[in-house]
């Protein structure tokens, strides 16, 4: 299993102050945690991400960097990765391809 954690607001603080609050959370959720299982904590991702950085770029109000430095790219690439590229996702979308197909085939027939 894999948690994700997305702190957000990220054009708030500095890089350095970004790197505290992710430590300060890991230790936080290690000592909650550590009843259930103290590796838990190593299965969360951690992604920081400015949604107002990333709406002033498509809004045409900032430069692509300001939609690069959102976090905003790699929260969907982040999404597509763990829903779509794993082996289970691909079978899953093979199964309902096949499915379209045949339902195709009998609206077609």
Request: aromatic share 10%.
């Amino acid at each position: 299993s894999k948690f994700l954690i997305v702190l957000t607001k990220a054009d708030l603080l500095s890089k350095k102050d970004l790197e505290e609050v992710i430590v300060y959370t890991k230790e936080s959720l290690k000592s909650r945690l550590v009843d259930l299982d103290e590796n838990l904590v190593e299965k969360i991702d951690f992604l920081c991400v400015s949604a107002k950085m990333a709406s002033d770029f498509y809004k045409s109000l900032a430069p692509k960097e300001s939609l690069q430095k959102s976090g905003m790219q790699e929260f969907e690439n982040y999404l597509f990765n763990e829903l779509y590229a794993g082996e289970k996702s691909k079978i899953a979308l093979r199964a309902y391809k096949k499915e379209l197909h045949l339902e195709l085939k009998n609206i077609l027939s």
